[in-house]
């Protein structure tokens, strides 16, 4: 039988460089007030040697969250996992998925699926260092290893080293000649891969990365997949996340002013702790998508955050600039 606490992983917000900071976070419980949420890929030498404090700090409201790590020494892996549970993280990703050259020169994210028993030799150090659920997030292949026999028997290695739950983004990754944005979208994304390796493994739990966009999507793909993570779209369209929360949960989405509302609160109370307004408004950027004013309200709230003294006036400005109780249809 698949995992128990499978549902756990129903909804799940990606974690994307320089986007799921903990405001994004914040921002995203508030709109998917059940998803589960990631943070933004954490190197394991960033986190031994950096600024710990700044790169674990989260919020009780977050959860659950999970802290995603890139590494490839077990050992290191091991320590990272043991302080970001200490730390109250739900969850440890790895990351074997990211493709970017930075990455790779670090022999961590997607080069490291030709490894596969690297890989399973740091889940087994980083699952004996914890007591919260370790799982891994990766592609379906890498550059020219991009048959299915491949992914299977990458998963069944890193399974056997105790991991129940694997994130597929369905693509494969191209480590040479294409960017991290063009990885997202040229690669074919190959769904049926990801049923097909529930089939075969049925006692793990698979969740469904890649190219989500729309409800219909949304409605589809839960049938077929035992969880959904959204990315991008879920960050530049947050009324389709709220949406797809509500679908998932067989619920109506709160109102917009509400969400705004609870998100304005967080604003004021991180202001009055001294934190700037500029990178508060990042998250709701997307928030007026498809409604009249919307072109305003982000010119209002990015322009008006350029003064690093910018008070939570600026954001009510804005948000006067959109009829936040009228609806409109969700991307279908």
Same mark, same amino acid.
């Given at each position: 039988?698949?995992?128990?606490?499978?549902?756990?992983?129903?909804?799940?917000?990606?974690?994307?460089?320089?986007?799921?900071?903990?405001?994004?976070?914040? $921002?995203?419980?508030?709109?998917?007030?059940?998803?589960?949420?990631?943070?933004?890929?954490?190197?394991?030498?960033?986190?031994?040697?950096?600024?710990?404090?700044?790169?674990?700090?989260?919020?009780?409201?977050?959860?659950?969250?999970?802290?995603?790590?890139?590494?490839?020494?077990?050992?290191?892996? /091991?320590?990272?996992?043991?302080?970001?549970?200490?730390?109250? $993280?739900?969850?440890?990703?790895?990351?074997?998925?990211?493709?970017?050259?930075?990455?790779?020169?670090?022999?961590?994210?997607?080069?490291?699926?030709?490894?596969?028993?690297?890989?399973?030799?740091?889940?087994?150090?980083?699952?004996?260092?914890?007591?919260?659920?370790?799982?891994?997030?990766?592609?379906?292949?890498?550059?020219? *290893?991009?048959?299915?026999?491949?992914?299977?028997? $990458?998963?069944?290695?890193?399974?056997?080293?105790?991991?129940?739950? $694997?994130?597929?983004?369905?693509?494969?990754?191209?480590?040479?000649?294409?960017?991290?944005?063009?990885?997202?979208?040229?690669?074919?994304?190959?769904?049926?891969?990801?049923?097909?390796?529930?089939?075969?493994?049925?006692?793990?739990?698979?969740?469904?990365?890649?190219?989500?966009?729309?409800?219909?999507?949304?409605?589809?793909?839960?049938?077929? *997949? /035992?969880?959904?993570?959204?990315?991008?779209?879920?960050?530049?369209?947050?009324?389709?996340?709220?949406?797809?929360?509500?679908?998932?949960?067989?619920?109506?989405?709160?109102?917009?002013?509400?969400?705004?509302?609870?998100?304005?609160?967080?604003?004021?109370?991180?202001?009055?702790?001294?934190?700037?307004?500029?990178?508060?408004?990042?998250?709701?950027?997307?928030?007026?998508?498809?409604?009249?004013?919307?072109?305003?309200?982000?010119?209002?709230?990015?322009?008006?955050?350029?003064?690093?003294?910018?008070?939570?006036?600026?954001?009510?400005?804005?948000?006067?600039?959109?009829?936040?109780?009228?609806?409109?249809?969700?991307?279908?």
């Amino acid at each position: 039988m698949p995992p128990t606490d499978q549902n756990a992983w129903r909804l799940c917000v990606a974690p994307m460089m320089r986007y799921t900071d903990r405001h994004c976070r914040v $921002f995203h419980r508030i709109v998917a007030p059940n998803a589960r949420l990631y943070t933004e890929m954490v190197s394991t030498d960033a986190l031994l040697n950096g600024d710990r404090d700044r790169l674990l700090r989260h919020s009780a409201s977050e959860h659950p969250v999970a802290l995603q790590l890139g590494g490839r020494d077990a050992d290191d892996l /091991a320590r990272a996992s043991e302080i970001g549970n200490r730390a109250g $993280f739900d969850e440890i990703n790895l990351n074997v998925g990211c493709p970017s050259e930075r990455v790779q020169a670090g022999g961590i994210g997607a080069c490291l699926m030709l490894e596969e028993e690297q890989v399973a030799a740091a889940i087994r150090a980083m699952r004996a260092a914890t007591n919260i659920p370790v799982t891994v997030k990766c592609r379906l292949g890498v550059d020219g *290893h991009d048959d299915y026999d491949f992914i299977r028997r $990458f998963v069944a290695t890193v399974a056997e080293a105790g991991i129940e739950t $694997f994130i597929v983004h369905a693509r494969i990754a191209l480590l040479k000649g294409l960017s991290p944005a063009e990885n997202r979208e040229i690669p074919p994304l190959r769904y049926e891969r990801v049923e097909r390796l529930a089939t075969d493994f049925p006692t793990l739990n698979f969740v469904l990365n890649g190219g989500i966009r729309t409800l219909a999507e949304v409605d589809s793909l839960r049938r077929r *997949h /035992a969880g959904l993570m959204i990315g991008r779209a879920a960050y530049h369209d947050p009324v389709f996340l709220a949406e797809a929360a509500a679908r998932l949960e067989n619920r109506r989405r709160p109102p917009l002013a509400e969400i705004i509302r609870a998100y304005r609160a967080y604003v004021v109370r991180e202001l009055e702790s001294g934190n700037r307004l500029a990178p508060l408004i990042r998250p709701i950027l997307g928030l007026a998508k498809g409604r009249p004013g919307a072109k305003r309200f982000r010119r209002g709230l990015t322009e008006g955050t350029r003064d690093p003294k910018a008070a939570v006036e600026i954001l009510d400005r804005s948000l006067e600039y959109i009829d936040w109780d009228g609806d409109i249809a969700a991307a279908a």
